[in-house]
């Protein structure tokens, strides 16, 4: 499966993004899908994941809940991030990662067999 991420760019603190993912195969629809970013200098670190099933189960770092939601319309093979209330910490590459199946350690990079190439998220002050 390969993916593509989209819709990262430059905001200022406090404004929104959504990131998309998108998949090159319906066999996507059987994937638990998970975003994690990399800021410079840091390793990569888990955000958010949704499991392989229309209106999975969600689970988010503690830096992001009640800020982004991920989401997911296997009718087009994509997941999104929505990100609101977006802070200069924020600021990272940010990757979508899936696997098929679920069950798997959702935070762990381990976890996930198929990576996306990232998409820059800059959040200015």
């Known amino acids: 499966v390969q993916l593509v991420e989209s819709g990262g760019g430059l905001v200022q603190a406090g404004g929104s993004l959504r990131l998309s993912c998108a998949a090159s195969?319906?066999?996507?629809?059987?994937?638990?899908v998970a975003w994690f970013r990399q800021a410079p200098g840091k390793e990569r670190e888990f955000v958010a994941t949704?499991?392989?099933?229309?209106?999975?189960?969600?689970y988010y770092s503690n830096s992001v809940k009640g800020r982004f939601t991920i989401s997911r319309d296997n009718a087009f093979n994509t997941v999104y991030l929505q990100m609101n209330s977006l802070e200069p910490e924020d600021t990272a590459v940010y990757y979508c990662?899936?696997?098929?199946?679920?069950?798997?350690?959702?935070?762990?990079?381990?976890?996930?067999?198929?990576w996306g190439q990232g998409t820059q998220v800059t959040v200015s002050s």
């Open positions: 949704i499991s392989w099933w229309s209106g999975g189960d969600t």
């Open positions: 990662a899936a696997y098929i199946g679920s069950g798997r350690a959702y935070t762990r990079l381990s976890s996930y067999d198929h």
């Open positions: 195969e319906r066999s996507f629809s059987s994937h638990a």
